[in-house]
C-alpha cells in the first residue's frame, strides 16, 4: 500500500500532523500507525479491587493508544516558550506560540471551549516568589481537565477517521529507506510512503534509538529530572493553586547550585501510577469534573541532571534508581515528610496515623534508600523554601511518593524543518527530545505537516 505520509504514533504530535495534513490538503493520502488500541479500547485494568496494581499489560493502555502519553492527563496546554520544550529554537518564538496557540483553537472547536486559560503573568505570586528567592516561569496554561481532554481527543477522531486510514495495535517495527520515501514495516506487513513523520514520544524511545542507529541519523542523551511527588492538603497549596492553577516554580539549591522545579501540579487531583517499559513511577492527574476531585494537591519536585562525557545514557540512570524503588517497594515507595527528616522510614501505622488519606495506595518506606544524597537534599530545601509560599507545605504528614522521573528522549539532530539527516523523515513531539509537553508536541506537528505541504507543492 502506498501512501503520501505516513504518521508513526498517534499522540498529540502524530493527531495534529494528521488533522493539518487532512486539512489542508485533503488530496493526500495519509495514514497513522499505532503501537497502542483505539482510544474506546484504551481501559487499565486496575480497578483497586481485584487488580490493585500494574499487570504490565502488553500494550500499556495509559501510555499508548489514540491520544498518546497525554490521553489521560490532567490536559494542561501550557502555552509558552519558557518550558514544556525548545521549539522555538527550530522556528523562533513568535511562530511557536502562534502555533500553540493555532493548536488551542483547535481544541476549543473540539469541545474544550468554556474551559479556564490561567495566566502567570503580573501576578501577585510572582513578587512572593521573587522574595522568597523562588522563580515563577511565565505562561498560559489552558486547562481541559482529564475528562474534557478525552472528549476533545473524542472529536479529533471522529474529524480525522475518514480522512486518513488508522492502523491501531500495530506497532511499527522498522523504517527503511526506498526510493522516492520510505518502507514501513508491521511485522510481516509494509508499507511504503514519500514523506514519513515519526512522532512515538516516551514509550517509543528505545525503538526511536534504533531507527536511528539503522538510519544514521544523529542523537545524543545527556538530560533526566528525578525526584518525587509530593502530596497535601489542597488548602495548603489553594494559594497558588486557586490563582493560576498550575505554576511552574523553579529553585536553585544554596547548598549545590542545582535546579529544582514543580512540575504537573494537580490540584485536588490523584497520583497515579505509570509504567514506561516495564519500570513504574509516579505521576498525578486531576479533573475538572467537581465529583470526581480529591482533598489533596499533588505535584512533582524534580531535580535537572545534565550528564557530560564520557557518560551518554541519562535515561539508563534514571531508570536503575527506578528500579531500585521497585525492588524496595515493589513498587512505588511513600514516606512522610516528618518520617524523611527523621531519618526512618514511614510504616503503615505512620502513614495511617496522618492528617491526610494518600491518593495512591503505595508502600510506606524510606526514599532515602532510593535517591541520591544531592538529589535528596535538594528536594528537602525546595520543600523549606515552598514553605514560605505555601506555609504547611513542610508539615510532617506531607507525603513524599517516589520516584518520578523525567526521561528525556535523545535529542534527535533534525534541521529547522525539524526533518532528519534523511529527506523526507521528520521526526517531531517528545520522541524528538525537542519538546517535552503536549503543546509544544501538538504545536511540531501542524508545524512538520505544514513543511510537508509545501516540500510537496515544490
Ligand atoms: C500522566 C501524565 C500526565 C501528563 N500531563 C501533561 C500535562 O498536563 N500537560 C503537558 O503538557 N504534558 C503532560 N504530559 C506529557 C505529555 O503527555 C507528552 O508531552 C505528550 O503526550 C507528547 O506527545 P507525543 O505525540 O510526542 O508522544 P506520545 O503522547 O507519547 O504519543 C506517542 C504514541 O506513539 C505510539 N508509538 C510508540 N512507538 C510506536 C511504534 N513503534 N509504532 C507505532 N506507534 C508507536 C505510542 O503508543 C503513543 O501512543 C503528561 C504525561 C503523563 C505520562
Given at each position: 500500500m502506498k501512501y503520501d505520509i505516513i504518521i508513526i504514533g498517534a499522540g498529540p504530535g502524530g493527531i495534529f500532523s494528521a488533522y493539518e495534513l487532512v486539512n489542508q490538503s485533503p488530496q493526500l493520502k495519509v495514514a497513522v500507525f499505532e503501537a497502542g488500541h483505539a482510544l474506546d479500547r484504551r481501559?487499565?485494568?486496575?480497578?483497586?479491587?481485584?487488580?490493585?496494581?500494574?499487570?504490565?499489560?502488553?500494550?500499556c493502555s495509559i501510555m499508548n493508544?489514540?491520544?498518546?502519553?497525554?490521553?489521560?492527563?490532567?490536559g494542561k496546554y501550557n502555552i509558552t516558550?519558557?518550558?514544556?520544550?525548545?521549539l522555538h529554537e527550530f522556528l523562533g518564538k513568535e511562530q511557536a506560540l502562534d502555533l500553540m496557540r493555532y493548536v488551542d483553537e483547535i481544541n476549543m472547536r473540539c469541545g474544550g471551549e468554556g474551559t479556564k486559560l490561567y495566566s502567570t503573568a503580573d501576578t501577585r505570586l510572582k513578587k512572593l516568589c521573587m522574595q522568597n528567592d523562588l522563580h515563577l516561569l511565565d505562561a498560559s496554561v489552558r486547562h481541559l481537565g482529564t475528562d474534557i481532554n478525552y472528549v476533545v481527543l473524542e472529536n479529533l477522531y471522529a474529524f480525522l477517521k475518514d480522512k486518513a486510514d488508522f492502523f491501531f495495535d500495530t506497532p511499527v517495527t522498522a523504517v527503511t529507506s526506498v526510493e522516492g520515501g520510505y518502507e514501513i514495516r508491521c511485522g510481516d506487513a509494509s508499507f511504503t510512503c514519500s514523506k514519513c513523520v515519526i512522532s512515538v514520544g516516551r514509550s517509543g524511545s528505545k525503538w526511536m534509538e534504533k531507527v536511528c542507529r539503522e538510519l544514521e541519523i544523529p542523537t545524543e542523551s545527556t538530560r533526566m529530572d528525578i525526584g518525587v511527588r509530593v502530596e497535601l492538603p489542597a488548602e495548603v497549596f489553594s494559594p497558588l493553586t486557586d490563582e493560576l492553577y498550575e505554576s511552574k516554580i523553579l529553585y536553585r539549591t544554596k547548598q549545590y547550585g542545582d535546579k529544582v522545579r514543580t512540575f504537573c501540579m494537580n490540584p485536588k487531583g490523584v497520583v497515579v501510577t505509570e509504567n514506561t517499559n516495564g519500570i513504574i513511577t509516579v505521576n498525578g492527574h486531576s479533573y475538572e469534573d467537581p465529583a470526581r476531585q480529591t482533598e489533596n494537591t499533588n505535584f512533582a519536585l524534580l531535580v535537572a541532571k545534565h550528564f557530560s562525557e564520557p557518560f551518554k545514557d541519562s535515561n539508563g540512570y534514571g531508570e536503575s534508581i527506578a528500579r531500585l524503588s521497585n525492588m524496595l517497594g515493589g513498587g512505588i515507595i511513600v514516606q512522610r515528610f516528618g518520617d524523611l527528616i527523621r531519618g526512618r522510614r514511614s510504616t503503615p501505622s505512620r502513614i495511617e496515623e496522618a492528617f491526610i488519606t494518600p491518593t495512591l495506595n503505595a508502600t510506606p518506606g524510606d526514599l532515602s534508600l532510593v535517591l541520591p544524597k544531592r538529589i535528596l537534599d535538594g528536594i528537602i530545601e525546595m520543600i523549606y523554601a515552598l514553605d514560605k509560599l505555601a506555609?504547611?507545605?513542610?508539615?510532617?504528614?506531607?507525603l513524599l511518593y517516589g520516584v518520578e522521573i523525567k526521561f528525556y528522549n535523545m535529542e534527535v539532530k533534525v534541521n529547522e524543518k525539524l526533518?532528519?539527516?534523511?529527506?523526507?523523515l521528520y521526526i517531531i513531539g517528545d520522541g524528538s527530545g525537542i519538546t517535552h509537553s503536549l503543546s509544544h508536541a501538538s504545536a511540531s506537528g501542524v508545524y512538520v505537516a505544514r513543511n510537508i505541504i509545501s516540500a510537496l507543492a515544490e
Open positions: 481501559h487499565c485494568p486496575i480497578d483497586g479491587d481485584k487488580i490493585k496494581s500494574c499487570i504490565g499489560c502488553k500494550s493508544g489514540f491520544g498518546g502519553t497525554g490521553a489521560f492527563s490532567d516558550n519558557d518550558f514544556g520544550g525548545a506555609p504547611g507545605t513542610a508539615n510532617d504528614d506531607t526533518e532528519s539527516s534523511c529527506r523526507g
